[in-house]
């Protein structure tokens, strides 16, 4: 794609965004709404205390990341002492600032065991 047809595609977006009514704005939001939010809020904070080498998985409502998969189960690799934050980005953002704190391990759909980093507050222990 060219740089012109790049801009052409952004200016198109930039309009439609500007000019197409948000339809959230009048949504009624019901009480099995308000009760599952409630239900995340408590889970997100009620934190679970961790051992290396434990299994866990997403906490419901909570998965925020490609993987693991909802209900994939992930080993605990390492627990931080002082968790890691990226500050690059914006507050827009669901990752701002947040407080990376463990260490899991997954294996992936083409057979890879991979690490990535988690707020531990989104995990409970996995049972079977």
Request: hydrophobic letters at 30%; zero cysteines.
């Amino acid at each position: 794609m060219t740089s012109e047809q790049q801009e052409l595609l952004s200016e198109l977006l930039t309009n439609m965004m500007e000019t197409t009514p948000d339809l959230e704005d009048n949504k009624n939001y019901g009480q099995e709404y308000l009760d599952r939010l409630k239900l995340a809020g408590e889970n997100f904070l009620s934190k679970e205390e961790f051992e290396v080498g434990q299994i866990v998985k997403w906490k419901t409502d909570l998965k925020n990341r490609k993987l693991p998969r909802r209900h994939q189960p992930a080993i605990v690799i390492s627990i931080l002492d002082e968790p890691i934050t990226n500050p690059n980005d914006e507050s827009g953002s669901p990752y701002f600032l947040e407080p990376l704190d463990i260490v899991l391990g997954v294996i992936t759909d083409d057979d890879n065991f991979l690490t990535f980093y988690y707020d531990s507050r989104r995990f409970e222990p996995y049972s079977t």
